[in-house]
């Protein structure tokens, strides 16, 4: 297949040859100060939401438009033979995609990050930084899709996958080999929501060689900065919260500048990239993300709460709920909770029953938009690790809660609850 780019040249991240309106060199970021060599350097001084909106998108050169333009362009005129201006194609790199990747090395506070077309796109870059042979200690309670990649697909490429009860220190520290190479983390996890504490997690992997990768999907940086607590990779389903608008699919890695280099070769080598438009989209949601998520986390605790009371229902999963397991580190960890709720009612056929009967709740696949949605992960998300030791309760359901006016979402529940 003839792509017309030149594979040694530019990576998609290479901001040395961007357009100076891109550069963000003079400015630092994550929550806080800067406090170790950890800290990527987008924002310095700046608020969360004030970096979501500035960082990596100064008005448009040209024309002075405040919002970052949407490069739907697939290849770039060059000045002369062998010459660009910091884009040469497409696939290699997008000043679009540039913007976003910024602005959420910023949010994670990390060196860079690297944007795939999905986040099992993001994953598989991740996976493929790994060799025969290497081994991946993973979390037992994971995104079906994750455990399907890694299991189904990168199995048949020599690469071993033990599933472990990471709350389970002393386990954790019995699973690694000589060949560990990652420690792969989900906190709140898909679809049970226990918490993990990535400072000692971090502290594991790192006394045994290998890296810490976190997937903060559920809690996003607004609510939990991996980074700072050790992690050494931070992946994202950007579909999620921060899109949050059910419009865009999208992945992410933030990480350190030579961690993210490499990702950056596959990225253009392998061509998983979003394309302008999505890129676009996300960086639009990325915009909003500290508003919502309050909203998000406010009206999911009032619906844990009412949950919990409710005859029907059988054990309610919410780390804001002061007897859920993982309250206390959760608060140590996290600014907030969340807006993910999960619920078991003693019985698939209920289960079942009360995901169909919600009006406002839309029986559907994904999270983190701002409607609300109701799944049955054992037959909907997570059906690919059925019969597996990440199989999870029949009777369970997930709330991913939007931002309605939640006495309207309370009222939903009663009803379907019955």
């Keep these: 297949m003839n792509t017309e780019a030149n594979d040694d040249q530019g990576t998609g991240t290479d901001r040395g040859g961007l357009p100076e309106d891109l550069h963000d060199d003079d400015q630092a970021g994550a929550h806080g100060e800067r406090d170790d060599h950890r800290r990527g350097d987008h924002g310095r001084g700046h608020g969360f939401s004030t970096r979501a909106i500035h960082v990596g998108q100064d008005p448009e050169p040209r024309t002075g438009a405040v919002i970052v333009p949407i490069y739907q362009t697939s290849t770039f005129a060059q000045p002369r033979v062998g010459e660009h201006t910091g884009y040469e194609y497409g696939r290699t790199g997008n000043p679009t995609r540039t913007a976003l990747q910024e602005c959420l090395a910023s949010l994670e506070g990390t060196d860079e990050a690297v944007c795939f077309a999905s986040g099992l796109a993001a994953e598989d870059a991740i996976f493929r930084l790994l060799s025969p042979g290497d081994h991946v200690v993973m979390a037992d309670d994971v995104y079906g899709g994750t455990w399907r990649q890694i299991a189904q697909v ?66 996003t940086p607004y609510l939990q900065q991996p980074y700072d607590l050790g992690a050494d990779l931070i992946v994202h389903s950007t579909t999620k919260y921060i899109g949050g608008h059910s419009d865009v699919v999208g992945g992410a890695v933030c990480t350190d500048a030579a961690t993210a280099a490499e990702l950056a070769f596959l990225q253009n080598a392998v061509g998983a990239v979003p394309g302008p438009f999505d890129a676009w989209l996300t960086l639009r949601g990325a915009k909003t993300l500290g508003v919502r998520m309050d909203r ?37 960890q996290m600014s907030g909770f969340g807006g993910m709720v999960s619920f078991q009612v003693g019985s698939i056929a209920l289960a079942k029953q009360v995901a169909e009967a919600t009006e406002l709740f839309f029986l559907a696949e994904s999270l983190g938009g701002v409607e609300s949605l109701i799944e049955h992960p054992g037959i909907m998300t997570h059906a690919s690790v059925a019969g597996t030791l990440l199989e999870v309760p029949d009777d369970l359901l997930r709330l991913s809660v939007g931002i309605e006016d939640v006495d309207d979402l309370l009222a939903d529940l009663e009803r379907a609850l019955g």
Excluded: M
């Design 154 to 219: 990168h199995s048949r490429f020599g690469i071993e996958v033990s599933a472990v009860d990471l709350g389970d220190l002393d386990a954790v520290a019995a699973a690694f080999r000589p060949t560990t190479r990652l420690l792969w983390a989900e906190t709140p996890s898909n679809p049970l929501l226990k918490i993990l504490d990535l400072t000692a997690l971090a502290q594991l992997a790192h006394d045994h060689g290998a890296r810490l990768v976190a997937d903060n999907t559920f809690a």
């Design 296 to 332: 998000h986390c406010s009206n999911a605790a009032a619906i844990a709460s009412f949950l919990s009371t409710h005859d029907r229902v059988t054990r309610v999963r919410y780390p804001g709920l002061a007897d859920d397991p993982g309250h206390d580190l959760a608060a140590k």
